[in-house]
């Protein structure tokens, strides 16, 4: 079965600053999908980045980009120039192409220091 | 917002109540999600409809019935639950059931069972 495994229950960054959230995951599959997920305290859950897997290239979307080690099966979300908005919990999930269920991590807690 | 809403946001029931919780999504998707989010856990996948047809149900307790009378309406019709299941229920909606279409959230409902 396939776990996803966020080590860092918290982190905190100062505004301005990057902060890097790690996620590893386990599968024996080699096609799927990463997803970082933010869910702010107004609670409606965001989709931030995907990386699919067969891509070597790493995902970005404006101050938010991805580290994707496949063989070391980790995938770690870096957010630059952090601002207060971007306080969250942030959640890393996988699924693969198999249409299976979506299988989500803890999550992080992020604090954004003004 | 992302175009999934939920009713209501908060709700609080004694173990004998029946109570239902609605989700409603206006993006022209077909398939529909219930999760459950309990405090340190990870999401927990409930049920998944596609064009109204129940296709997964996660070993759910059978105090917890859906219903998906439309590709549009999707309803978790709740009795005589267990404190234990007090948590934020999130619905989802995707395109299709498929991987590679992005699933989106509602802002949960928070079920206290007293």
């Known amino acids: 079965a396939q776990t996803v495994t966020q080590s860092q229950p918290e982190m905190s960054v100062q505004e301005a600053e990057t902060v890097t959230l790690s996620c590893t995951y386990d599968t024996s599959e080699s096609d799927y999908y990463l997803f970082w997920y933010k869910q702010p305290p107004s609670r409606q859950m965001i989709l931030v980045i995907r990386?699919?897997?067969?891509?070597?290239q790493n995902a970005t979307e404006n101050r938010f980009s991805v580290n994707f080690q496949k063989a070391a099966k980790s995938f770690s979300l870096k957010i630059s120039d952090s601002q207060l908005g971007d306080a969250a919990m942030y959640f890393c999930a996988y699924r693969s192409l198999r249409n299976t269920p979506l299988v989500f991590g803890k999550g992080t807690r992020l604090s954004v220091i003004a | 917002e992302t175009g999934v809403t939920q009713t209501p946001r908060h709700l609080v029931m004694g173990m004998t109540n029946k109570k239902s919780l609605k989700c409603e999504q206006h993006?022209?998707?077909?398939?529909m999600y219930w999760y459950k989010q309990s405090a340190k856990k990870p999401l927990e996948l409930m049920f998944v409809?596609?064009?109204?047809?129940?296709?997964e149900n996660n070993s759910v307790p059978s105090r917890f019935s859906p219903e998906c009378p439309n590709s549009s309406h999707l309803f978790l019709h709740l009795h005589t639950l267990q404190p234990e299941d007090s948590a934020l229920y999130l619905c989802a909606s995707s395109r299709t059931r498929r991987t590679t279409d992005t699933q989106y959230f509602g802002p949960g409902t928070r079920l206290t069972v007293l």
């Open positions: 993006l022209g998707h077909n398939a």
């Open positions: 990386q699919e897997a067969y891509k070597q």
């Open positions: 409809y596609n064009f109204k047809e129940q296709t």
